[in-house]
Structure formats: structure tokens, C-alpha cells
């Protein structure tokens, strides 16, 4: 697959999981829900690896480091983002986990010693400032409470795990670990993970039967963690851990098409603005030098 398929890819599924995290929620927990999801992607991904003869066979260090992939990717990052929306919208979970790009910039340079030209600091900037406008009334109405202050929290500590496990994924792939056989370990030690917490916060391993559930179950498996993790850390090894996160700051965009068509949600004029901001900015990120160098000059090329 090419990285631009990858990335199309990434953007629409993950975009789409708003819509089937919805039918999610109810008579099953959330932590219980999640942990469903996960055990569902890695029994999925286990059995691809055995039927295709992939080795599903690494050492202690390996398993480690697959372990925490799962911790940090696959459980603990979720919670996070399901206990901050309880509490605020959506649309602002949206706008803080969007600051990933920025973490993961800041991540890699620390890490691995990535370059950082000022065409993707620009172009952070753009998606960044875009993503804001189009949650800009939502943004008006938030309330520093104590209970929103907490959640905003929640989300930053929660995106900032998300971070750290990309740069896992990265470690991994740099070290020879494939993607599908590290998500297939990771994703079962994250329903582990996520399990046990459902335990010890007493939470019961209930199953709701109906077709919505069902079905929303299966998609989030199958399509948001299983093809779409895939994609996604496929594309962070191949492009670098700065560069494949920006496709963090369309999800909301892709959200918001679906609103419109099955929720009749009306784009309010800083959304109109702020859309064509993201999208700029992904040429910035994404394109090569020289097809926008006219726009940027030469100063934007050379690395921090």
C-alpha cells in the first residue's frame, strides 16, 4: 500500500468510529466495551498470523515492549478520553487530542532525533489553528470548573499516552518488530490491561446482543483498530512518528461530514473557516519541498 493510501485510509476509518462509538455506549461499560474491542482486534490479528504462518514468536524484551505498546496505545489512553467525555463535549476531546501533533513532534526530535523543518512547525500551526475554529463555539461555552479543568486533564494526559505509544510503535519498528504481529500482542495485552481495570473498578462483563451493538463492535474491531491501527502505524514507520500524526487533526473533519448527513449537524462559519486551515496545513506537512516552495521559500526547509 502507498503511504498516500495509508493515510486516506487512517483518516476515514478512524473519522467514522464516532458514529459507532455511539451505539457503544449503554447497558455495557465502557471499560468493559473497550476491552471487548481489543480482544476481539487481537484474536482477529492472531489467528491472520497463523493462518499467513507469521511468527508470533519473540523474546521477553520484545514482549515487554509489546506490553507497553498495549498500555499505552490500546487501554489506558481510552479510558482517559471515555472519563473526559462524560464530563465535556466531544468536539472538545476532539480539539485536545489534536495537540498529539505537536507532542509527537516534540517526542521524536527528544527520542529519535528527527529533523524538524519550520514548514511542519507552519503547518502544525495551520492544522492546529484550523481545528480550533471549527470547535470555536463549543471552545466559547467551556466553563473552567473544576470538573471541566479535570477532564481537559484527563484528555491532555490521555493524548500525551497516545504519544508515548507511537513512539513505542516506532522503537519497535526500528528494531525489526512488525507491525501486525506487535499490534496483535499489543492489542491483547491492552484488553488485559483495560480488563483489569473494569475488574477492580467492579464494573460487570455484560453483553448487550442487539444488532446495533453487535455490529458497532465488530466495525470498531475489524475496521478502527485492526485495519486502521495497521494502516496508521504503517505509515508512522514509514513516514516518521511527526509527519503520520497529522492525520490526527482530519478525524474531526471526516466526524463532522458524517454529523451532517445522519445528524443534521449545520457547520457555523468558523467551522467553514477553519476547514480549509486544516487542509493547508496538510499540504505544508505532507507534500515534498520543492511543490511548495513558493508558498514557504527556502528558510522553511532547513532543519531545526
Known sequence: MTNTLLYISTVLIWGSTWLAIKFQLGIVSEEVSIAYRFALASVMLLVFCLVTRKSLRFDIRTHLWMALLGLCLFSSNYLLMY?????I???LVSVGFCSMVVMNIILSRLFFKSEIGLRMIIGAS???GGTLMVFWPEIQTFDMTDVG???MCLVLVGTLLASCGNMVSSRNQRNGVPVMQANAWGMA???VFIGLFALVQGHEFNFDPSPLYVGSLLYLALFGSVIAFGCYLTLLGNI???KAVYSIVLFPLVALSLSTVYEGYH???EAVVGVPLVLFGNVLVLTKPGMVRR???RRAYKPL
Do not use: N
Not at 83 to 87: D, R, S
Open 189 to 191: 495485552y491492552g484488553a
Open 267 to 269: 457547520w457555523p462559519v
Open 83 to 87: 472519563m473526559a467525555t462524560g464530563h
Open 149 to 151: 479543568f479535570y477532564s
Open 89 to 91: 463535549s466531544t468536539g
Open 295 to 297: 508558498f514557504m521559500g
Open 126 to 128: 495551520f492544522g492546529m
Open 240 to 242: 516518521g512518528p511527526e
